[in-house]
């Protein structure tokens, strides 16, 4: 396959193209953190991973990030770090609940009043044993 | 450069980055295209048959190779478009279809012979697990009755199976994993000597292509948080960096001739 020749305007546009890349990158970063106080871990999931894809892929030939990628980077790793904490608080308040039994009535009094079941029946057989 | 006188993993990678940079829709919608259609492929075929009688397994065995040669149809209008990107000339969505207008026999007889590769890999881990799922025992009924010693024999056969099963593929990958370039690049080449060539071609650069396709493991896991969106990027990144691979073998190539 024969190669073609890339001037100077090929190279304007690829500076644009990374900046813009680093735009979004920062732009998904910011929504990956902001959205932590509004509509937490589903769209830190999709925003932060993909903000630091970008933000790689931003860096073109060069082998630094621009600031505003990196601030991107910066951003979406906050954020998932905060997503996983978040998550595993969560998971380890769930086995507290199951064992504590003063926790485990609170819950079961939550749920009642939620959903008119008991926890028991919601969950399957076996798991306060 | 490195010791084999080519580009480094980070060369390849930068190059790559260089080149899809202004490209990324393309490259985006061409791996949405071919991922759509593979997600429904798969589907279809691990819907289709769901008993576990050997006739059920032999149909799903074939429906499996018939499925992936197709996909090789799309995967060599995936490499034209990264091909033509590396060579700086213009690629559209509409390669990804271009050997179904172009000679699609060249490229179904070579994906039916790495697709025959690669499922000699994958075959005994199938027929253990169609095997053993006759007797019940992988339902999670099944698993649960089991007792531990038991539960641990079929983790290690399972295991092993698998491992040998995966280091099969990956050798058939880094043995003819350009022969889709080499294909669409020269288009008088038989499929014998577009196997040969990539062997050739793979001599003394196997590790690197190993490195460069585990290096993006990190990449694809932090894709997979993202439910798998963020991957058709990571896609894009990792089949620029292959096609910079082949580029800067084939220029390897020609030097060592003059």
Same mark, same amino acid.
């Not at chain 2, 994906?111 to 169609?130: D, K, T």
């Not at chain 2, 649960?144 to 995966?166: C, E, P």
């Given at each position: 396959?024969?190669?073609?020749?890339?001037?100077?305007?090929?190279?304007?546009?690829?500076?644009?193209?990374?900046?813009?890349?680093?735009?979004?990158?920062?732009?998904?970063?910011?929504?990956?953190?902001?959205?932590?106080?509004?509509?937490?871990?589903?769209?830190?999931?999709?925003?932060?991973?993909?903000?630091?894809?970008?933000?790689?892929?931003?860096?073109?030939?060069?082998?630094?990030?621009?600031?505003?990628?990196?601030?991107?980077?910066?951003?979406?790793?906050?954020?998932?770090?905060?997503?996983?904490?978040?998550?595993?608080?969560?998971?380890?308040?769930?086995?507290?609940?199951?064992?504590?039994?003063?926790?485990?009535?609170?819950?079961?009094?939550?749920?009642?009043?939620?959903?008119?079941?008991?926890?028991?029946?919601?969950?399957?057989?076996?798991?306060?044993? | 450069?490195?010791?084999?006188?080519?580009?480094?993993?980070?060369?390849?990678?930068?190059?790559?980055?260089?080149?899809?940079?202004?490209? !990324?829709?393309?490259?985006?919608? @061409?791996?949405?295209?071919?991922? +759509? &259609? *593979? =997600?429904?492929?798969?589907?279809?075929?691990?819907?289709?048959?769901?008993?576990?009688?050997?006739?059920?397994?032999?149909?799903?065995?074939?429906?499996?190779?018939?499925?992936?040669?197709?996909?090789?149809?799309?995967?060599?209008?995936?490499?034209?478009?990264?091909?033509?990107?590396?060579?700086?000339?213009?690629?559209?969505?509409?390669?990804?279809?271009?050997?179904?207008?172009?000679?699609?026999?060249?490229?179904?007889?070579?994906?039916?012979?790495?697709?025959?590769?690669?499922?000699?890999?994958?075959?005994?881990?199938?027929?253990?697990?169609?095997?053993?799922?006759?007797?019940?025992?992988?339902?999670?009924?099944? !698993?649960?009755?089991?007792?531990? @010693?038991?539960?641990?024999?079929? +983790? &290690? *056969? =399972?295991?092993?199976?698998?491992?040998?099963?995966?280091?099969?593929?990956?050798?058939?990958?880094?043995?003819?994993?350009?022969?889709?370039?080499?294909?669409?690049?020269?288009?008088?080449?038989?499929?014998?000597?577009?196997?040969?060539?990539?062997?050739?071609?793979?001599?003394?650069?196997?590790?690197?292509?190993?490195?460069?396709?585990?290096?993006?493991?990190?990449?694809?896991?932090?894709?997979?948080?993202?439910?798998?969106?963020?991957?058709?990027?990571?896609?894009?990144?990792?089949?620029?960096?292959?096609?910079?691979?082949?580029?800067?073998?084939?220029?390897?190539?020609?030097?060592?001739?003059?």
């Amino acid at each position: 396959m024969e190669n073609s020749q890339n001037g100077p305007e090929y190279y304007s546009q690829y500076l644009d193209d990374g900046y813009r890349l680093a735009g979004t990158a920062f732009i998904l970063g910011l929504i990956s953190l902001g959205s932590m106080f509004i509509f937490p871990v589903f769209m830190t999931c999709i925003c932060g991973p993909l903000s630091i894809i970008l933000a790689i892929l931003s860096k073109g030939e060069n082998r630094k990030m621009i600031s505003r990628a990196k601030l991107g980077v910066v951003f979406s790793v906050i954020s998932l770090v905060l997503t996983a904490l978040i998550i595993a608080g969560s998971v380890l308040l769930a086995l507290r609940m199951m064992s504590d039994p003063v926790y485990r009535n609170e819950l079961d009094q939550l749920v009642q009043r939620y959903y008119g079941y008991p926890l028991e029946e919601l969950l399957p057989p076996g798991v306060f044993e | 450069m490195n010791a084999a006188g080519g580009k480094t993993s980070a060369e390849l990678k930068a190059f790559a980055r260089g080149t899809i940079l202004g490209t !990324l829709p393309v490259c985006i919608g @061409a791996n949405f295209i071919y991922s +759509a &259609v *593979r =997600f429904l492929l798969d589907n279809i075929v691990a819907g289709v048959l769901t008993d576990t009688t050997v006739l059920s397994f032999i149909m799903n065995t074939a429906l499996s190779f018939l499925s992936a040669v197709f996909m090789g149809i799309f995967q060599a209008g995936l490499c034209l478009i990264y091909l033509k990107l590396v060579f700086g000339q213009p690629a559209s969505v509409r390669d990804l279809f271009h050997c179904f207008r172009e000679s699609p026999d060249r490229v179904v007889k070579l994906q039916a012979v790495i697709s025959g590769l690669q499922l000699i890999g994958i075959l005994p881990v199938q027929i253990y697990m169609s095997f053993f799922g006759q007797s019940g025992a992988v339902s999670p009924a099944g !698993l649960l009755s089991m007792d531990r @010693a038991a539960l641990a024999g079929m +983790a &290690v *056969r =399972f295991g092993t199976l698998s491992l040998i099963g995966t280091v099969i593929q990956y050798a058939v990958s880094l043995f003819l994993g350009l022969s889709c370039y080499i294909l669409l690049d020269f288009p008088e080449l038989d499929t014998r000597e577009i196997l040969l060539r990539s062997v050739s071609l793979m001599k003394g650069a196997k590790r690197r292509l190993l490195y460069i396709s585990l290096s993006f493991i990190p990449l694809y896991i932090l894709g997979f948080f993202s439910f798998g969106i963020a991957n058709l990027w990571v896609m894009a990144y990792e089949q620029a960096v292959v096609a910079a691979f082949y580029k800067d073998r084939i220029e390897a190539a020609g030097r060592t001739e003059d």
